[in-house]
C-alpha cells in the first residue's frame, strides 16, 4: 500500500525478487490544473501490467474496500508512504502489516519526517520498518538503517537516498518475517520527536534567526515546498543557499552582492543565496537575479530587502 514515487523502489524489489504481489492498494486518480488533467499515482504507474489488483479506495474503512482486502486473504500487507490504515484493515494479514518510515525512529514520528531532518539539521538519518499499531508510529521496530546526511543534501536528493534503503529495508524485512525469525523491539517513547505535516506557514524565512538554520530550513524544503520571504511584496523562494563565514553587518535581510554573488544579511553571518525564484517567474541562479535586480533599479529608494 503506498502512493508516491517513494514507495516504487519498495514494490520494485518485491516484484524483481519474484514475490507474489497479491494487489497494491494506492490513492485515487486525480484531476489537477486548469485542464483537469488526469494525474495517476506512481505506484498505480508502476503497477499496470505488472500486479494483477489495483485499489484505489477513497474511504480506508468503507465496507467494501475491507471487503476487498479480506478476500483477497493477503499473508502480509506493506505499507509505504501511505494513509493510516484503520485496524479492522491491518488485522487481517495472518502475518501481520508493517510499515516503512523514512526516519530512525522514534525519532522524526509524523508525516514529514525528510524535511524535518534536515531542518533540524541532522547529519545521520534512516529508515524504519515496524508493525501497525493503532497509534501512528509508535508500533515495535523491525529492522533500521541508518543513512548519512551531505552538507549538499536537500529534501529531494535525501528522499532518494531514503527511498533506495527502504526498499532494501522493506526486503530484508519480508525474508525475516518469511523465515520465522522476526525480532521487535520496542520504541522509547520517551525519545520521541515530532515531524508533522508541512504547511505554508512553516515555510516562512524568518531573517531574524542565524544563518545555519535559515539554511537548513531552505535545504529542508527544497525543491517542495520551498521556503519563501518577499521582495518588494511579492514571494520570492530560495531553493538552494550555502553557508559563508562572512560577518553580517547589516539589519537581517538586507541583500547585497559581490563578484556576481547574492548574500543574505542573518542575525550572525551572511548566506550566500545560489538558486531562487521570484513569483511569477521561472527558477534562476543567483547570477541571474542580479542582472534582474540592476534592470529594475531605477532610484536610490529600490528596496535590496527581504522581509
Not at 499499531?133 to 531514503?162: F, M, Y
Not at 518475517?177 to 524568518?206: H, L, M, W, Y
Not at 547574492?262 to 550566500?272: M, N, Q
Not at 517567474?281 to 534582474?292: E, G
Amino acid at each position: 500500500m503506498g502512493t508516491p514515487e517513494f514507495a516504487v523502489p519498495s514494490l520494485d524489489i518485491l516484484v524483481k525478487n519474484k514475490y507474489n504481489v497479491c494487489a497494491v492498494v494506492t490513492a485515487p486518480d486525480k484531476k489537477k490544473g486548469r485542464g483537469q488533467k488526469v494525474s495517476y499515482p506512481a505506484v498505480k504507474i508502476y503497477s499496470e501490467g505488472k500486479i494483477p489488483v489495483i485499489l484505489q479506495p477513497d474511504n480506508l474503512s468503507d465496507k467494501e474496500f475491507v471487503g476487498s482486502v479480506k478476500s483477497l486473504n493477503p499473508d502480509l500487507i506493506i505499507v509505504v508512504a501511505f494513509r493510516i490504515l484503520p485496524e479492522e484493515v491491518f488485522s487481517v494479514p495472518g502475518l501481520g502489516s508493517f510499515n516503512l518510515h523514512a526516519s530512525l525512529l522514534p525519532e522524526f514520528r509524523g508525516a514529514a519526517p525528510i524535511n524535518h531532518a534536515l531542518i533540524e539539521g541532522k547529519n545521520i538519518t534512516g529508515v524504519t520498518t515496524f508493525f501497525l499499531r493503532k497509534k501512528v508510529d509508535t508500533g515495535n521496530i523491525i529492522l533500521q538503517k541508518k543513512v548519512p546526511v551531505s552538507e549538499d543534501d536537500n529534501a529531494g536528493t535525501l528522499h532518494d537516498k531514503l527511498s533506495i534503503a527502504g526498499a532494501e529495508c522493506v526486503l530484508e524485512t519480508v525474508k525475516l518475517i518469511e523465515s520465522g525469525n522476526v525480532q521487535t523491539f520496542a520504541q522509547e517513547d520517551i525519545k520521541a520527536t515530532p515531524a508533522p505535516k508541512i504547511f505554508r506557514e512553516n515555510c516562512i524565512i524568518n531573517w531574524n534567526y542565524d544563518s545555519l538554520r535559515i539554511h537548513n530550513l531552505i535545504r529542508g524544503l527544497s525543491p517542495l515546498p520551498g521556503a519563501f520571504t518577499h521582495f518588494n511584496n511579492k514571494i520570492l523562494k530560495i531553493y538552494k543557499s550555502r553557508l559563508t563565514d562572512l560577518k553580517s553587518n547589516d539589519s537581517p535581510g538586507k541583500l547585497s552582492f559581490e563578484d556576481n554573488r547574492l548574500f543574505v544579511c542573518c542575525t550572525d553571518f551572511k548566506l550566500e543565496v545560489i538558486e531562487l525564484q521570484s513569483e511569477g517567474r521561472n527558477r534562476i541562479t543567483a547570477s541571474d537575479f542580479i542582472n534582474f535586480l540592476k534592470s529594475i533599479k531605477k532610484s536610490e529608494d529600490y528596496l535590496y530587502q527581504l522581509i
